[in-house]
């Protein structure tokens, strides 16, 4: 079977990579490298089809230095032990390790010693956050190189050396239809150039025009994958823009979501926002967003862009206060410290010195609560950015003065 057409652009030296200047600019860290004939244990991380696996190979081609690749889902341990037997053969090697983050601990720990020893220099390549996804063990012994998204110049200048080097015989494409594969690629070279493989090998004569890329895929490509960083993004995004009450953003990032057809996340995520970021000033928005949940759920889409636009646009021009979430935060940071202390007594199960509230005036009585060591702890701190708030905020205030003036009794 023929090599993909994004296989054979693959590039052999960092000169002919994409993009990440930070990295690979005159006088940058990996061209430097180069330039100094030296290589380290390195975790390169970023998004799909920016580059990771071939600034990789690209490395280890311009030092010449010996080098395997493995898999860390596809490879098993006797892959591994054979990597390593090699190693031993030639005193070291380097070994370039795909989708490191999913790298088992049995594999871990034949890792671990070969690296510490120097007889493996790993480059690890991953498309998750190495600070939350790699065991701290091997991510201490890599230096850590963040590959950017590419730009969509960087795309463009690609595309334009691929359709050069004929590959794709007697292709004809204008400037027009390039800059809709850019648009399109969601800055993913490697789905650009599947994307100009795909239109080529679906056209007799091989001319390739902006209608006629759009007659065969007009589904706009964004980064949305559950198993990267992106997909949490995105998610970031859309919780941002609501808490900051910039309603446009929302719609944007619900869009993205909605065209996923990504229903649970969004619905996770709208009665998260509900709760931390509008919490007490509009208490109501919990009821809002549960009837748009359900309603979504029961039309389903496309009619589900209906009920989750209106809460959205609802739940940013909101007012906001995190002050419940600040609150159990605090309480939480308490008890993981150990700032518990003892339950007081007469609050225990079937205490005889208990003192019942609805016993007396108002549904009131100035009682110990909280253990004697934090016994007047404050961990909620009421906002004013809703009437309803400020109400709570009366309450507790009125609450707090009845407590002193009963103690300086």
């Given at each position: 079977?023929?090599?993909?057409?994004?296989?054979?652009?693959?590039?052999?030296?960092?000169?002919?990579?994409?993009?990440?200047?930070?990295?690979?600019?005159?006088n940058k860290?990996?061209?430097?490298?180069v330039?100094?004939?030296?290589?380290?244990?390195?975790?390169?991380?970023?998004?799909?089809?920016?580059g990771?696996?071939?600034i990789?190979?690209?490395?280890?081609?311009d030092?010449?230095?010996r080098?395997?690749?493995?898999?860390?889902?596809i490879n098993?341990?006797?892959d591994?032990?054979?990597?390593?037997?090699?190693?031993?053969?030639?005193?070291?090697?380097?070994?370039?390790?795909?989708?490191?983050?999913?790298?088992?601990?049995?594999?871990?720990?034949?890792?671990?010693?070969?690296?510490?020893?120097?007889?493996?220099?790993l480059?690890?390549l991953?498309?998750?956050?190495?600070?939350h996804?790699?065991?701290?063990?091997?991510r201490?012994?890599?230096?850590?190189?963040?590959?950017?998204?590419?730009?969509e110049?960087?795309?463009?200048?690609?595309l334009?050396n691929?359709?050069?080097?004929?590959?794709?015989?007697?292709?004809?494409?204008?400037?027009?239809?390039?800059l809709?594969?850019?648009?399109?690629?969601?800055?993913?070279?490697?789905y650009?150039?599947?994307?100009?493989e795909?239109?080529?090998y679906?056209?007799?004569?091989?001319?390739?025009?902006?209608?006629?890329?759009k007659s065969?895929?007009?589904k706009?490509?964004?980064f949305?994958?559950?198993?990267?960083?992106?997909?949490?993004?995105?998610?970031?995004?859309?919780q941002?823009?609501?808490r900051?009450?910039?309603?446009?953003?929302s719609?944007?990032?619900?869009?993205?979501?909605?065209?996923?057809?990504?229903?649970d996340?969004i619905?996770?995520?709208?009665?998260v926002?509900?709760?931390e970021?509008i919490?007490?000033?509009?208490?109501?928005?919990?009821?809002?967003?549960?009837?748009?949940?359900?309603?979504?759920?029961?039309?389903?889409?496309?009619e589900?862009?209906?009920?989750?636009?209106?809460?959205?646009?609802?739940l940013?021009?909101?007012?906001?206060?995190?002050?419940?979430?600040?609150?159990?935060?605090?309480?939480?940071?308490?008890?993981e410290?150990?700032?518990?202390?003892m339950?007081?007594?007469h609050?225990?199960?079937?205490?005889?010195d208990?003192?019942?509230?609805?016993?007396?005036?108002?549904?009131w009585?100035?009682?110990?609560?909280l253990?004697d060591?934090?016994?007047?702890?404050?961990?909620?701190?009421?906002?004013t950015?809703?009437?309803y708030?400020?109400?709570?905020k009366d309450?507790?205030?009125?609450?707090k003065?009845?407590?002193?003036?009963e103690?300086?009794?």
């Open positions: 079977m023929e090599k993909p057409f994004a296989l054979k652009l693959k590039p052999q030296s960092l000169k002919e990579c994409y993009g990440q200047k930070h990295l690979l600019g005159d860290i990996l061209s430097n490298l330039k100094n004939k030296k290589i380290f244990s390195m975790i390169l991380y970023g998004k799909p089809g920016i990771k696996t071939s990789a190979t690209s490395l280890v081609n030092l010449n230095v080098y395997r690749t493995l898999n860390a889902t098993d341990k006797h591994f032990q054979v990597v390593f037997e090699e190693a031993k053969l030639y005193d070291g090697l380097v070994l370039i390790l795909d989708e490191i983050h999913r790298l088992n601990k049995d594999k871990q720990d034949l890792l671990l010693p070969v690296l510490e020893n120097g007889l493996i220099t480059i690890g991953t498309s998750s956050n190495p600070y996804s790699i065991n701290p063990a091997i201490s012994r890599c230096h850590l190189f963040e590959l950017k998204p590419l730009e110049e960087d795309i463009k200048e690609a334009e691929a359709i050069k080097k004929n590959i794709l015989e007697n292709l004809e494409i204008d400037n027009e239809a390039i809709y594969i850019v648009k399109r690629s969601g800055m993913d070279l490697r650009a150039y599947n994307f100009l795909l239109a080529y679906s056209k007799d004569d091989h001319k390739i025009t902006l209608d006629f890329l065969i895929d007009n706009p490509n964004f949305h994958d559950k198993n990267d960083d992106g997909y949490y993004d995105v998610l970031s995004a859309f941002k823009s609501i900051g009450s910039d309603v446009d953003a719609l944007h990032y619900l869009g993205r979501m909605l065209k996923a057809e990504d229903l996340s619905f996770r995520r709208l009665s926002i509900c709760y970021d919490g007490l000033a509009n208490p109501n928005m919990g009821m809002k967003v549960e009837a748009a949940i359900q309603a979504s759920s029961r039309v389903g889409l496309p589900a862009v209906i009920p989750l636009s209106t809460v959205v646009i609802e940013a021009l909101s007012p906001k206060s995190n002050s419940s979430y600040q609150a159990i935060n605090s309480a939480l940071s308490d008890i410290t150990g700032r518990c202390g339950i007081p007594d609050i225990k199960t079937n205490a005889k208990y003192l019942y509230p609805h016993d007396f005036k108002n549904s009585v100035n009682q110990q609560y253990p060591n934090i016994k007047n702890k404050k961990y909620y701190i009421p906002k950015t809703s009437n708030e400020k109400m709570l309450v507790y205030d009125k609450l003065k009845l407590r002193k003036e103690k300086n009794e």
